[in-house]
């Protein structure tokens, strides 16, 4: 699957090829070759940790993602030089879980949350909302989890989640209580009996509300 991102499309900067950054990325620590100017252009948190004197990083010109799987920051690579969302290369490294793309959908967000790269952060959520429309498909606990360990009580994508469990039956999310934290089960409960009365109609409405979701800076909203 591959989803264009459909934002504005930034001013278009003079990429210098000779300047290159490394980030090694994985417990294996892949070492991947990039242009510091495109990288630096999508994600604060490069512009940062390859400027200034003060990080090793900076001087040394190289990032370290051990925490982000090597194809999820191929992924990002993708993105970063096309402003697309590509999905399909990744399909052997997540094939024995049901829902597939909710994995690297969501790994990817918590990737872009971490480099600050908003504009992926929210294209990816539409992508969710239009997947759960189309085919129901929702986090399986163990990515739930993951997504709970990675961000913060604030975080959009916990309110994503917590709304498209609410539109599950009862027994769906009572079946997934063992197989979470008790808050995360607490949050999806309270969610869920906020809005028992119109679930069946919620479903759909989600995407129509995803400016909701979206990560802004200060008051600004995307209009959706």
């Given at each position: 699957?591959?989803?264009?991102?459909?934002?504005?499309?930034?001013?278009?900067?003079?990429?210098?090829?000779?300047?290159t950054i490394?980030?090694?990325?994985?417990?294996?620590?892949?070492?991947?070759?990039?242009?510091?100017?495109?990288?630096?252009?999508?994600?604060?948190?490069?512009?940062?940790?390859?400027?200034?004197?003060?990080?090793?990083?900076?001087?040394?010109?190289?990032?370290?993602?051990?925490?982000?799987p090597e194809?999820?920051?191929?992924?990002?690579?993708?993105?970063?030089?096309?402003?697309?969302?590509?999905?399909?290369?990744?399909?052997?490294?997540?094939?024995?879980?049901?829902?597939?793309?909710?994995?690297?959908?969501?790994?990817?967000?918590?990737?872009?949350?971490?480099?600050?790269?908003?504009?992926?952060?929210?294209?990816?959520?539409?992508?969710?909302?239009?997947?759960?429309?189309?085919?129901?498909?929702?986090?399986?606990?163990?990515?739930?989890?993951?997504?709970?360990e990675h961000?913060?009580?604030?975080?959009?994508?916990?309110?994503?989640?917590?709304?498209?469990?609410?539109?599950?039956?009862?027994?769906?999310?009572?079946?997934?209580?063992?197989?979470?934290?008790?808050?995360?089960?607490?949050?999806?409960?309270?969610?869920?009996?906020?809005?028992?009365?119109?679930?069946?109609?919620?479903?759909?409405?989600?995407?129509?509300?995803?400016?909701?979701?979206?990560?802004?800076?200060?008051?600004?909203?995307?209009?959706?």
């Amino acid at each position: 699957m591959s989803l264009a991102n459909e934002e504005p499309a930034r001013k278009r900067q003079k990429v210098d090829y000779k300047d290159t950054i490394t980030v090694l990325a994985g417990q294996q620590k892949t070492a991947y070759t990039v242009h510091k100017t495109v990288f630096c252009t999508r994600s604060p948190f490069f512009q940062t940790a390859t400027n200034g004197n003060s990080w090793l990083e900076a001087k040394k010109q190289t990032v370290s993602l051990p925490e982000t799987p090597e194809e999820i920051f191929e992924a990002y690579i993708h993105w970063a030089y096309t402003s697309e969302i590509d999905l399909s290369a990744l399909g052997k490294a997540t094939a024995a879980y049901k829902h597939p793309d909710w994995v690297i959908i969501t790994r990817l967000w918590i990737l872009a949350d971490m480099l600050i790269d908003e504009q992926l952060c929210n294209s990816l959520t539409d992508l969710m909302l239009i997947k759960f429309e189309e085919d129901y498909g929702r986090p399986s606990p163990a990515t739930l989890c993951a997504i709970w360990e990675h961000t913060s009580a604030e975080s959009q994508l916990r309110k994503l989640c917590v709304d498209i469990m609410s539109c599950c039956s009862w027994t769906t999310i009572e079946a997934q209580a063992a197989k979470m934290p008790h808050e995360i089960f607490v949050e999806f409960t309270r969610r869920y009996f906020e809005h028992e009365q119109h679930i069946k109609g919620r479903r759909g409405l989600l995407r129509h509300a995803k400016c909701r979701y979206h990560i802004h800076r200060d008051s600004e909203e995307c209009g959706s």
